[in-house]
C-alpha cells in the first residue's frame, strides 16, 4: 500500500520569504543611518585630534592619515554587508539607504587615498647608469 505525501507546511521558511513592514524598514534604514553617522563624526573628531596633537609631525600625521584610510576600507565593507543583509530582508528603503552611505563612503575613500598619493608621490627612479648630462659646449650631447 502506498501512504499520501504528507500536506506541505503553510508557515513560511525564511525570515526574508516575506517583505519587511514600512514602518520597520524605515526605522531600521533611519536608525542605521543616524549609527553611521555617528560612527563617522566619531572618527572624524578623534583623527582631527590626533592631527592636532601631532604638532606638524610628518611621520603621526601620515600614520593618522593611513589609519584613516584603513577604517573608511573596513567601513565601506561593513556598510555593503549591511545592504546585503537588508536587501536579503526584503527592506528596500533601508537597501537604498545602506547603498547611498556606501556610494558617499566610497567617495570618500577615493578621496582620501587620492590625496595620500599626491602628498607622497613615487620617487624619481635613478638614472641609465650610461647617461651623461648634456652641457653645453662639451661636445657630449645627442
Known amino acids: 500500500m502506498a501512504q499520501p505525501l504528507p500536506e506541505p507546511s503553510t508557515r513560511r521558511r525564511f525570515p526574508w520569504s516575506s517583505r519587511t513592514s514600512l514602518g520597520t524598514d524605515l526605522a531600521g534604514g533611519i536608525l542605521l543611518l543616524m549609527i553611521e553617522a555617528a560612527l563617522g563624526a566619531w572618527k572624524l573628531f578623534s583623527d582631527s585630534m590626533e592631527l592636532w596633537a601631532a604638532q606638524g609631525d610628518r611621520t603621526r600625521t601620515d600614520a593618522s592619515g593611513l589609519s584613516g584610510i584603513a577604517w573608511l576600507e573596513h567601513f565601506l565593507v561593513v556598510v ?56 653645453s659646449g662639451s661636445g657630449r650631447c645627442h
Do not use: M, N
Open 80 to 135: 555593503l554587508i549591511l545592504a546585503v543583509v537588508a536587501a536579503l530582508s526584503r527592506a528596500p528603503w533601508t537597501t537604498v539607504l545602506q547603498l547611498l552611505v556606501a556610494g558617499a563612503t566610497a567617495v570618500l575613500l577615493a578621496l582620501a587615498q587620492h590625496g595620500y598619493d599626491q602628498r607622497h608621490p613615487e620617487p624619481s627612479p635613478p638614472p641609465d647608469p650610461h647617461y651623461t648630462p648634456c652641457y
